[in-house]
């Protein structure tokens, strides 16, 4: 059993003081000695810097596709932007196979050319047509040589032209067209022992179903003649033709 001694107050202060002196030199004096009253709030401090980025979360489940939205007004067209430049040539295309003939344009033509055959009986009396029988030239097919008439069928204007041997008798004839005549010829032949020649001719206008043809003027002037020497030609061809559009080759 431990026996403690009492001591005296004054002496326990004494000690009590120099402890105390000791603690403050090494300053471990307690906590619980030195506390005091609460201080005063502090101002707030200056915000910190943001933080580092958080990691990615996990990905969410996948849902059923929402219905779809209703459309939206069209928008105000936007104002026209500036034109780009030109583009760069594009390479040549592969060549195309060849296409069908086409038909060629055909001008229009007429021509024709007939003469009196060897041997025909003339004279003609005054009124007749003169026939040119014999034909040289007529792949239109314009002229008829039974009737001796030119009968239009590409409207224009035409040359017609009319070369007579004149032998035995003197001889005068009309241009006609459709019943008048368009101009006369006249040669007189003063029993010469030789032919004489009558030659003439005129542009003369005509439309389809017009007639051209040469017509003895006068009975006792009918000296049409015609041998293997020489010749009476009665011959016509179109100069230009009215039709619009018609084919024009240089």
Not at 82 to 87: M, P
Not at 175 to 184: D, F, I
Not at 200 to 213: E, M, R, S
Request: aromatic share 10%; with cysteine; proline share 7%.
């Amino acid at each position: 059993m431990t026996t403690l001694k009492l001591v005296p107050l004054p002496l326990f202060l004494l000690v009590l003081q120099v402890r105390l002196s000791t603690l403050l030199e090494d300053n471990k004096i307690p906590a619980s000695l030195c506390t005091g009253h609460p201080g005063i709030p502090g101002s707030p401090g200056v915000h910190g810097s943001p933080g580092l980025p958080g990691r990615d979360g996990r990905d969410g489940r996948d849902s059923a596709p929402g219905e779809k939205g209703e459309k939206g007004d069209t928008g105000v067209p936007g104002e026209t932007g500036e034109r780009g430049l030109t583009g760069d040539r594009g390479d040549p295309g592969e060549r195309g196979q060849k296409g069908e003939a086409g038909q060629c344009a055909v001008a229009p033509k007429s021509a024709f050319s007939a003469k009196v055959s060897e041997g025909r009986d003339l004279p003609l009396p005054a009124g007749d047509t003169v026939v040119f029988d014999k034909i040289l030239l007529n792949e239109q097919g314009d002229y008829n040589s039974e009737t001796g008439r030119f009968t239009c069928k590409v409207p224009g204007v035409y040359y017609f032209a009319v070369h007579a041997t004149v032998y035995r008798a003197s001889l005068q004839f009309d241009l006609m067209k459709n019943g008048h005549a368009v101009a006369s010829y006249f040669q007189f032949f003063g029993n010469w022992p030789k032919p004489a020649s009558l030659s003439g001719g005129t542009l003369i206008h005509v439309v389809p179903g017009d007639q051209v043809w040469i017509q003895m003027a006068l009975g006792e002037y009918n000296g049409f003649y015609s041998s293997t020497k020489t010749d009476s030609t009665f011959s016509g061809f179109l100069v230009y033709s009215d039709w619009k559009n018609s084919a024009v080759f240089a």
